[in-house]
């Protein structure tokens, strides 16, 4: 059973993590702070398998426990869940690893989804060798996923991450060059996202012909 420890400052929203953490049977949390250095202070002493972070937290931060976590080889990941969506913040959490992140307000379904890639990751990093089949089932979107309709090729967690970068532009828009610095994926792969998710009615785009040369098609999230 893997061991769980949240670290929310908002008490609904940490009785709301809970709730929908112990849903899964894989899982037991076995903690929760309200603040950083609290957690920060636990979990250099204590093992846990995974942290449950908000950003925004009085004392310390969810983005400087992460990092302070890091520096001490702490070996626990991290699901960050927060109100943030400022694309560079989004962009420091996956650089320092962060298995998923969530923006508020989330659903059951996404919040289970992101302890189901967790368990992806977990999968395919433990045990002597790494196996092609574990690391092909982490990269590629869940059987929930498909269920759920996302198309095949297409992560859920990946469009969540694109979804929560076109929250945070600016009201022009943004174009795909700058979402693929962002999120860290290629131009075409970004394409491929934000394309599904005007299809869907989540996204828009229009095209910016003031650029003084090639025109540029801009991204926005529906409201």
Known sequence: ????VIVEDDPMVSLLDRTYTEKDARFQVVQTFQNGQAAL??????????????VYMPLLTGFELLRMLRSRQIPVDAIMVTAANDPGMVDALLKMGVVDYLVKP????????????????RAAVTGEAVSQG?????????????ERGTPKGLQESTLERVRACLRAAPAEGVASETLSRQTNLSVVTVRRYVNYLV?????????????????????????
Do not use: K
Request: hydrophobic share 35%; glycine share 4%.
């Open 106 to 121: 989330f659903t059951c379904d996404r919040f289970q989804q992101a302890l189901e890639t967790f368990c992806r990751h």
């Open 199 to 223: 299809e869907r009615g989540e996204a828009s785009s229009t095209v910016n012909y003031d650029t003084g040369g090639r025109p540029c098609r801009l991204y926005r999230a529906v409201p």
């Open 134 to 146: 574990a690391l092909d089932r982490l990269f590629s979107p869940s059987d929930a996923s498909v």
């Open 41 to 54: 202070e636990w979990l250099t002493e204590n093992p846990a398998d995974l942290v449950i972070l908000d």
């Open 1 to 4: 059973m893997y061991r769980v």
